[in-house]
């Protein structure tokens, strides 16, 4: 069956870097687009990053442009989510999902499948 596993997480210093691992399973890969959505402790939960199979496009939250970088090897069946410069807000239980297509969304409905999550705390 689908089942994605992230992994990397754990505590680091603001301005600290981590980079987050989602093992895929169940299904190939290429044909669909991976999000990472993140979950602070009282709010919702929210996009990240995205990343298309068919093509590689990339979409950011604007809260972490220019600091993350989403990347895939479909061969390897890992998406990756390469943090930097990370600050205090950034602290959340970090999702890998699977789009339902190949499409890209900032809101969770559209993905049908999800992980178990990784914590990430930026904390001195």
């Known amino acids: 069956q689908v089942q994605l596993v992230e992994s990397g997480g754990g505590l680091v210093q603001p301005g600290g870097s981590l980079k987050l691992s989602c093992a895929a399973s169940?299904?190939?890969?290429?044909?669909?687009?991976i999000g990472w959505f993140r979950q602070a402790p009282g709010k919702e939960r929210v996009a990240v990053s995205c990343i298309s199979g068919s093509d590689g496009s990339t979409y950011y939250a604007d809260s972490v442009k220019g600091r993350f970088t989403i990347s895939r090897d479909n061969a390897k069946k890992m998406v990756y989510l390469q943090m930097s410069r990370l600050k205090s807000e950034d602290t959340a239980v970090y999702y890998c999902?699977?789009?339902?297509?190949?499409?890209?969304?900032?809101?969770?409905?559209?993905?049908?499948?999800w992980g178990q999550g990784t914590q990430v705390t930026v904390s001195s």
């Open positions: 169940g299904f190939t890969l290429d044909y669909y687009a």
């Open positions: 999902t699977r789009s339902a297509n190949d499409g890209c969304y900032n809101i969770p409905e559209p993905y049908d499948n």
